[in-house]
């Protein structure tokens, strides 16, 4: 493959959350979260019984973390505040929760990583919960009291705020598919998930611009939302089902959030698709203009995989509800056989045109792209060194298709990469390791480099891709 370079200013940086690093969950007055509740529920959903109890110690060894990633010569960084430290059961800060937060901003400057800090990651109190999560209103409002409470207090020190990660998993995956706690399979119910998380968003957003407005937030700050975007495609000659099929699910996943923090509005066509089907959601007078607030800076996106969609073989799933589309199982899909994923840096370049030609000036980075891996002990080198080739070429890839769409004119500003330490991966707890430096859970958590590091250092620092 040919060498090619990436803008002088372009960013390289890591991509965490607070659930998946921390640990400490019980500790410093934090309350419990869905992740710790389910944990306690039922252990053995989680790989090898390992529960949200220790994510990687990063709340002990956050000082080396932040070292390693300055001398692999990242210049940012992502976590995620949990809302579950950093406030109490009555909406007040939990002063413990907060001096780690501050203590984390304050090393990060001091190792010279610029801290991007999401609001929420999948993070859900439990306590919010049973008052109905993200299907009830007054939980939307407690998530923008709690996003304006951590803008009043760290707003002079964080120059990069999210309010969400992956709207779009949320309701799929707790409330669609199945695989996370309450593991419910309805669709409409997740519809209702994902429309007040859109409404959480403009809230923040609005909390966001306020405090800006009167100096509580510095202002030279800004505010974005973190997506899974999907891009949809479907077979060679496509029927007009199919296409259909592309409308929908791209709608949901892609389109929802894009014209959301661009125009402030979601797409008509889904909504009122969805209407037809039954699903309604809970829309209230004055709702427009909340959403008018939800329009943001610059947009991060998390690219893993494509989806391949084709015209469903019923409009009805098994449990009664509406289906917009099957899966298309493209037969030259190149997989990750560990997560099931397939690897398709095309996606990024598609994206990043996407943007360009539809959503114009709208700023954006690759908040998280990432390869997690099975059974990587087995690849240790003679140094006892991870050798992980495959973790290079898939970089590699998905920066080129990157460098590609910067070329053609998508303003994508810097690439964050997934688990850049390994980090605990919800129920799938530690199986797939995504790091460029490996966890050692028989020896402490200790870190360790892993071959590809020494690549990714050469990148980051030269901004030269060979
Ligand atoms: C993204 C999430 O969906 O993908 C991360 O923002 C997650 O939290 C990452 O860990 C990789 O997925 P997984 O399920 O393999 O951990």
Not at 78 to 84: D, E, G, K, L, P
């Amino acid at each position: 493959m040919e060498q090619f370079t990436l803008p002088d200013d372009f960013f390289f940086g890591a991509a965490m959350s607070g659930p998946q690093t921390e640990g400490e969950w019980n500790t410093g007055g934090k309350l419990e979260n869905l992740w710790d509740t389910w944990s306690q529920e039922n252990l053995s959903d989680f790989y090898n019984r390992v529960g949200s109890y220790a994510g990687n110690a990063f709340m002990a060894k956050y000082q080396e973390d932040l070292r390693i990633m300055a001398d692999l010569g990242l210049t940012t960084y992502r976590t995620s505040i949990q809302w579950s430290r950093l406030l109490d059961e009555d909406g007040n800060i939990n002063p413990e929760g907060a001096a780690w937060y501050h203590e984390l901003f304050r090393a990060s400057r001091e190792a010279g990583l610029e801290c991007f800090v999401n609001l929420y990651h999948f993070d859900m109190p439990t306590f919010l919960f049973r008052r109905g999560g993200w299907e009830s209103r007054e939980v939307v409002e407690a998530y923008a009291a709690y996003a304006a409470k951590a803008f009043a207090e760290f707003g002079q020190e964080v120059k990069h705020w999210f309010t969400f990660n992956e709207p779009t998993v949320e309701p799929e995956q707790r409330f669609q598919a199945g695989v996370w706690y309450p593991k419910l399979h309805d669709f409409g119910r997740a519809r209702v998930v994902q429309y007040h998380i859109s409404v959480a968003h403009a809230l923040a957003t609005a909390n966001f611009r306020a405090a800006q407005a009167d100096g509580t937030v510095r202002a030279d700050a800004k505010i974005g939302l973190i997506n899974a975007f999907t891009p949809t495609y479907t077979r060679e000659n496509p029927t007009p089902e199919d296409l259909e099929a592309v409308r929908m699910m791209g709608g949901i996943n892609n389109r929802w959030w894009l014209d959301l923090i661009t125009k402030g509005e979601l797409p008509v066509d889904v909504l009122d698709t969805l209407a037809e089907n039954g699903v309604h959601l809970p829309i209230r007078p004055g709702d427009a203009e909340i959403l008018k607030q939800g329009v943001v800076d610059w947009l991060g996106c998390n690219y893993y995989h494509p989806t391949r969609v084709q015209a469903p073989a019923s409009k009805v799933d098994e449990y009664g509800l509406p289906r917009f589309a099957d899966e298309y199982v493209w037969p030259d899909a190149v997989m990750n056989e560990s997560r099931g994923w397939e690897i398709y840096p095309e996606g990024l370049y598609d994206f990043g045109i996407d943007v360009r030609d539809n959503y114009p000036g709208l700023e954006w980075f690759v908040s998280e792209s990432g390869m997690g891996v099975m059974d990587e002990h087995l690849h240790r080198g003679d140094d006892y060194r991870i050798e992980d080739p495959y973790r290079v070429d898939f970089v590699r890839g998905h920066l080129e298709a990157l460098a590609r769409a910067i070329e053609a004119g998508s303003p994508c500003k810097g690439y964050h990469y997934w688990g850049l330490i390994d980090n605990w991966s919800w129920s799938n707890a530690f199986k797939n390791r995504y790091g460029f430096v490996e966890v050692d859970l028989m020896d402490g958590y200790k870190r360790r480099l892993k071959r590809s590091a020494d690549w990714l250092r050469e990148v980051a620092t030269t901004h030269v891709v060979k």
